[in-house]
């Protein structure tokens, strides 16, 4: 199963006057989003479902990701609501998978990492899914215990693939440099090419 975790655009401020779950996305977070979401579906990779939180700006997000790619049905999970914990957003998407090969779940902080550290077995510390990013994981089975395959990372400010999961942190000292695979570059072949990488957001 291709798993896709995007974690929904820039969203306006909340509060006394808009409750969090209305907050929508904000211009700026509208053209990021469409510029990753162009990204994406420049890769050529058909979604079976996209499942979305029921938050307004996630839904927004989702609506995006459905506009830019090929996909099947979009619905809304409600376990995708940051207010549930990682076991029942499991549950509930393994439920809802069915036979679906590759599931895109548009969604929050810090849900999302915490379930990226549960099926990669990282540091939920050590994570850092940006606004408008998406990470693609590899899974037999949502329901086992062994780490998943993260394949790449989209980096919503150059919608460039990259080799270098870069939803961690920062390391405390210099790494090696990074590489990056450009959709808009790469040959046709280049694109269909998945780049593995063993939970590569761990510190150095």
């Known amino acids: 199963m291709q798993l896709y975790l995007v974690r929904h655009g820039i969203a306006v401020d909340g509060g006394e006057a808009i409750p969090d779950g209305s907050r929508g996305l904000t211009d700026k977070g509208r053209r990021r989003f ?14 079976d479902l996209i499942l979305t939180s029921p938050l307004v700006r996630a ?6 990701l459905a506009g830019a790619t090929k996909h099947g049905e979009v ?13 029942s957003l499991r549950a509930a998407v393994a439920k809802r998978a069915g036979k679906s090969g590759a599931i895109a779940l548009v969604g929050h902080e810090p849900q999302l990492s915490l379930a990226l550290a549960a099926l990669s077995g990282a540091s939920p510390a050590d994570i850092v899914l940006k606004k408008g990013a998406i990470v693609r994981v590899d899974a037999s089975k949502l329901s086992d215990t062994k780490p998943v395959d993260v394949r790449w990372w989209l980096n919503r400010r150059r919608a460039a693939r990259s080799r ?4 961690r942190r920062k390391p405390q000292r210099s790494c090696a440099r990074r590489r990056e695979l450009n959709p808009a570059r790469s040959a046709s072949g280049s694109r269909e090419r998945q780049v593995r990488a063993s939970a590569p957001w761990r510190r150095h």
């Open 34 to 47: 469409h510029k990753t979401a162009r990204a994406f579906g420049k890769l050529g990779h058909r979604l």
């Open 59 to 64: 839904v927004q997000t989702a609506e995006i």
């Open 75 to 87: 619905a809304v999970l409600e376990e995708l609501d940051p207010k549930f914990d990682v076991a």
């Open 164 to 167: 270098d999961c870069r939803c």
